[in-house]
Every structure is written in C-alpha cells, then in structure tokens.
C-alpha cells in the first residue's frame, strides 16, 4: 500500500509509547483525525453502584488505515502531534456493520401501495 504518512506507526518514522486503548469512532470529520470514545465504569462507593465516565481522544488516522465513524479501533500513545492529538490509530479490530432498520421500513410502503393498487381496481370493476 502507497503510504506516504510520516506520521503512521506502520509506514512512517513516528514511534509509540505509553498506553494502549481501544475505543469506538465516533466522528471521522477531521483530515487524519479521528475521535475515539471511550466508556469505563466507575464505582460510586456511596450509593454502592456503577456509573459509566465517557472519555473522547483524538487520534491520528493514517491514510493506510482509514478508520471510519463506527468502527472500534486501537490506539496507541504516541508524541503530541497537535494541540490534542497524542494518540495514533494502529489497528481496526471490528468494521461498522449496516443493520436490518433500513430494509425493513420499504418492505412496509411497498405493502401499503400494493393495498391501495387493489383497491382502485375493485373501484374500476364495481
Ligand atoms: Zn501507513
């Protein structure tokens, strides 16, 4: 592949170090940019229960990689590469998946014309 990022973990010059996270994308809007989010649950001692803390991180996205809104990656700590980017995208460990909703709700206009179709050709015959 054709990687011309200096920037990438694979292909470029740039080193990681520190953390490993995995997280969801979020939004892929940014030029080489990703947002990654992250749940973690947090025990709250005095109602004895759990509350979920979401952390977002930027990370870079290199061209090789090209992660997409959706889809759950590893990131890993890297230098700082801008003002808040310091985490660098090396793996896609689960593509999006497009789910059943779509199809489901033509299935049911399509019905409904057929419904209406019949009806005005018992109109025509009557
Ligand atoms: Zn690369």
């Not at 939004?27 to 005095?46: H, L, N, W, Y």
């Amino acid at each position: 592949m054709d990687c011309k990022d200096k920037n990438c973990p694979k292909h470029g010059t740039l080193a990681t170090r520190g953390q490993v996270l995995e997280g969801v994308v979020v939004s892929d809007k940014m030029q080489a940019t990703v947002i990654v989010k992250k749940d973690r649950f947090i025990k709250v001692k005095k109602y004895n229960r759990y509350r979920k803390q979401i952390s977002k991180i930027a990370a870079h996205n290199p061209q090789c990689i090209n992660a997409k809104s959706g889809d759950l990656v590893r990131i890993m700590e890297c230098r700082k590469l801008s003002k808040t980017k310091n985490f660098v995208v090396v793996d896609i460990l689960n593509k999006q998946q497009e789910e059943e909703p779509k199809e489901a709700k033509p299935v049911k206009k399509v019905s409904k014309a057929k419904k209406t179709a019949k009806k005005t050709k018992e109109v025509d015959n009557g």
